[in-house]
């Protein structure tokens, strides 16, 4: 249980890599290529000089400060929204925002040195963070969270021009290594919880479709940063619950796939057990036992 | 791998039922709590981020400060298309809410584009697209401040820079022939009604200290039904 054994990379922290700084790579890119590919930054922006993208929250909160907010806008967060649906809330906070790449740092040296001792927060408060930023906009009439909202603070740093944002996200370094596991992404953030809550029925899930092949070797929940998902779809199966991870906590990242040496878990639909295993996975089962 | 035996119980689902067990309602009120401290320090934060550089200078069409901290969603797009660099977003630790655009006129005026890209860009209304003319435009109001420094006023020289630099030509910024100290000198005078804001005479002023400024409407001009009133 304490053996300290370094995660592996694998297929979809690679490709998860690959978009979360691809996307920061096209705004970047822009300026200097000359094509507007991506325009504006996650707050708001425009892909290719045509199609209006918002973020959702964001909108919320501006409607909640009594803003009579523009089409372009609604538009714009409608379309966030409607992908968001599909693909999974939470995959934004997997294969979008800036501050995963921080936090999943201070998840690896977590593990890396061994650092245990962790603030007791519940799963729960960030949707009483993210309740309570819609309240303080309609009171305040600002877009209360982007006062101090650390994604687009990096993210606009990062394509604006930095300031003294860095220090937020020092801060949540820091608080995510030494003070709380999984703190700020898995606890906090208000914009988690709201591509959470956004995300709740959508389509594409993770599904533990070969929970029988399961060892019970705790990789995955070692790895995942909201292990509390993983129990019921993994371990349901005697109450005929589904291996489908339902939890509007999940954030899609893929990372049980990378880490299972059974291969349990798959990407699929909310409703579908997932496709069946190919025929050399079944070949090298065979060749196990 | 070897298989293990019989499934072991992981602390996850153990601390599951522990929390089912503990008093439900306890836990919500102590979470109510914590959110209803969040946001109020969220909202006293950020009354105290609405503080605005008298110098900072909002783009065209910006809806009046407070209605604007509830549009704009500090995207950048206005900076994006603006084709002066004039814009820029405030980053943190600048007097400016953070992430919102604006301009400091000594360093870079607004060139008072006729199509205005900028409210064009926006994608929320904090730009109010209903501004299209764009000497219509309120982005503040120049203010003579160089009774000690400019020439023109001082007899010095026959500057009138700002009055050249002016767009609004003539209108906005007239010099105004006066005797002082028994000599004839002009005085760069502002009309408000005029005056747009963009900060192109404060650019060119040619005193160490611009002699000429732009200001937020707010701070520049003096209840205007005051003057009615007397009148």
């Given at each position: 249980m ?16 690959l ?8 705004f970047l890119?822009?300026p200097?290529l000359g ?8 707050a ?20 909640a ?5 523009a ?12 992908f968001?649906?599909?693909v ?24 890396a ?39 687009t ?9 930095m ?39 959508s ?17 995955c ?18 109450s ?50 | ?29 102590r ?27 909002r ?18 797009l ?11 977003l ?44 764009i ?28 009055f ?24 760069p ?8 804001g ?16 732009v ?13 009615g009133?007397?009148?």
């Amino acid at each position: 249980m304490d053996k300290i054994v370094p995660a592996p990379f694998g297929k979809w922290l690679i490709l998860r890599r690959l978009c979360q700084f691809g996307i920061l790579a096209l705004f970047l890119a822009s300026p200097w290529l000359g094509v507007w590919l991506l325009k504006g930054n996650l707050a708001s922006s425009l892909v290719l000089e045509r199609l209006p993208l918002t973020d959702p929250f964001i909108a919320l909160q501006s409607l909640a400060a009594g803003h009579d907010l523009a089409a372009t806008a609604v538009l714009g967060a409608l379309i966030v929204a409607g992908f968001y649906l599909l693909v999974g809330g939470r995959a934004y906070c997997a294969w979008v925002c800036p501050i995963n790449p921080v936090t999943d740092a201070a998840a690896a040296l977590r593990r890396a040195f061994g650092l245990r001792a962790t603030w007791k927060l519940r799963r729960q408060t960030r949707y009483w963070i993210a309740a309570a930023v819609v309240v303080a906009s309609a009171v305040t009439g600002t877009i209360a969270w982007e006062v101090i909202n650390p994604i687009t603070m990096l993210h606009r740093g990062l394509v604006f021009g930095m300031g003294a944002a860095w220090v937020v996200v020092l801060a949540i370094f820091l608080f995510d290594l030494f003070a709380a596991k999984h703190g700020w992404c898995g606890h906090l953030c208000p914009v988690g919880a709201f591509y959470g809550v956004l995300g709740s029925a959508s389509l594409l899930r993770v599904s533990a479709v070969r929970r029988d092949a399961c060892t019970h070797c705790g990789d995955c929940f070692h790895i995942c940063p909201e292990p509390q998902v993983i129990n019921p779809a993994l371990y349901g199966g005697a109450s005929g619950v589904s291996p489908v991870i339902t939890d509007r906590d999940c954030i899609n990242c893929g990372r049980c796939l990378d880490v299972c040496g059974e291969d349990v878990f798959q990407f699929t639909t909310r409703f579908g057990a997932g496709h069946a295993p190919s025929s050399k996975q079944k070949n090298e089962r065979a060749n196990q036992k | 791998m070897a298989l293990e035996g019989e499934k072991k119980r992981w602390p996850a689902a153990a601390g599951l039922s522990a929390m089912t067990r503990r008093g439900a309602l306890t836990r919500l009120g102590r979470l109510f709590l914590a959110a209803v401290a969040v946001g109020a320090a969220l909202a006293d934060y950020g009354r105290r981020g609405r503080a605005l550089a008298a110098t900072a200078i909002r783009p065209p069409g910006a809806l009046p400060e407070p209605e604007f901290l509830a549009a704009c969603v500090r995207c950048g797009l206005c900076v994006r298309d603006c084709p002066y660099d004039t814009l820029r977003l405030a980053e943190m630790g600048e007097p400016v809410p953070v992430g919102t655009p604006f301009f400091l006129a000594r360093d870079i005026p607004c060139e008072m584009c006729e199509d205005i890209p900028c409210v064009k860009a926006c994608p929320t209304g904090a730009l109010d697209p209903a501004l299209t003319d764009i000497k219509a435009a309120d982005m503040g109001l120049a203010v003579f401040v160089g009774v000690d420094r400019c020439y023109s006023f001082n007899g010095v020289g026959a500057c009138r820079a700002c009055f050249i630099a002016c767009p609004v030509k003539g209108e906005a910024i007239t010099m105004e022939l006066l005797v002082k100290d028994g000599r004839s000198v002009f005085l760069p005078t502002v009309h408000a009604e005029s005056c747009t804001g963009c900060g192109k005479c404060e650019k060119d002023c040619i005193t160490e200290e611009a002699s000429i400024k732009v200001l937020p409407r707010r701070l520049a001009q003096t209840d205007t039904g005051l003057a009615g009133r007397h009148g």
